[in-house]
């Protein structure tokens, strides 16, 4: 940890493993997270947001990110294509 540090290529880690890996390499998926206060009330207040992860290269191949990137890509096209 800690050698040398290059101000443009910023490590972020692994939101599966915690590895740090540089951000070019790293695999970053659009997430949806859902954020509550949980307070069981009607002053409840849930909503979702988009938030962006980050994966190691094998992780994103075990969680299949790199299919689902596939699959969004393929049906952008497809709407480009037919829409
Ligand atoms: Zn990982």
Redesign the pocket.
Known sequence: MGKKRRGRDRPVS?T??G?SVPREKAVEYQKRMFFSTDMKTSEDVTYSDFVSVY??I??AKHAGIFEKKKERLRRRRERDLYG
């Open positions: 692994c599966n493993c590895r994966y190691c094998s992780c």
